[in-house]
């Protein structure tokens, strides 16, 4: 066991060594990630790489079997049930692949429903769902229910339900996974001005090279491992790439050497042409 210790002063969220597993099948195998305020951040991975998981422990939904999870100093994994539900409620925004928009309500209320779950006061949460909603180009959409709406203008409702209360953190699990091309494009160009102008540090998670791509940094994960970890199987497959390679070559040069002697028996030397 080792002591815990405080994170670097430019990080506002700061993992070490985070283990987690769900019904004994290992999720996370330590972990480790730093990021700053207003970066922009991909996590990326294959699907069951534990992209999620990570985001999680990151939000304080999960609690880490080992390890350690600081924002702005302190320490979320000591935290109880309620300390991190009031973080993840006031300073943490999350949009995943599905809306989850409630049926019921309508979209300035799902846009609203932090600020509204906060105490925020009716008139004041409603303005700044539209001001939201109207910056994501379905104002007009605000007195309808999330039936009227198609799959990509549901999930521009969401990303609003996550910006509404200017978090410090927004954590994005695959956002634009069920969207078309443009509509992806779209969602994440608003995503990620509306996090530099307002220094909202965001955590993307994605499999999708291009999405990631709008990151300032990336952090890849691999059965759980950090991609580089040892005993990883991308340095498995770089090892035995590389072994393959060497033993290619080697035979080419065994080949050359071969031809080389057979030609200097033959004619008794070797010549090069230009």
Request: glycine share 8%.
């Amino acid at each position: 066991m080792y002591a815990m210790v405080a994170p670097p002063d430019n990080d506002v969220l700061w993992a070490r060594s985070l283990h987690y597993s769900h019904s004994g099948s290992p999720g996370l195998i330590g972990v480790s990630v730093g990021v700053r305020r207003g970066e922009v951040l991909a996590v990326t991975g294959p699907r069951g790489s534990g992209k999620t998981t990570l985001l999680r422990c990151l939000a304080g939904q999960l609690v880490p079997e080992q390890g350690e999870v600081w924002f702005d100093g302190v320490p979320v994994h000591t935290m109880g049930p309620s300390a991190r539900e009031r973080l993840r409620r006031d300073r943490f925004g999350w949009i995943g692949p599905e809306p989850g928009l409630l049926p019921e309500l309508k979209v300035w209320e799902n846009a609203a429903l932090p600020l509204l779950i906060a105490g925020a006061p009716h008139r004041a949460a409603k303005h700044a769902a539209c001001e939201w909603l109207d910056r994501l180009d379905i104002g007009a959409f605000a007195r309808k229910r999330p039936s009227a709406l198609t799959r990509a203008e549901s999930q521009r409702v969401a990303l609003a339900r996550a910006l509404v209360g200017e978090p410090s953190v927004i954590f994005a699990d695959d956002p634009t996974a069920p969207l078309h091309r443009a509509e992806q494009a779209n969602l994440l160009r608003t995503l990620t001005t509306a996090a530099r102008s307002h220094e909202i540090t965001v955590l993307l998670a994605t499999h999708d090279e291009r999405t990631a791509e709008v990151a300032d940094r990336r952090v890849a994960l691999l059965d759980g491992r950090p991609a580089t970890a040892p005993g990883s199987e991308a340095e498995a497959d770089a090892d035995a790439t590389a072994t393959a390679a060497a033993a290619a070559a080697a035979e080419t040069n065994a080949d050359a050497r071969l031809a080389l002697t057979t030609d200097a028996e033959g004619q008794g030397a070797c010549s090069l042409s230009v």
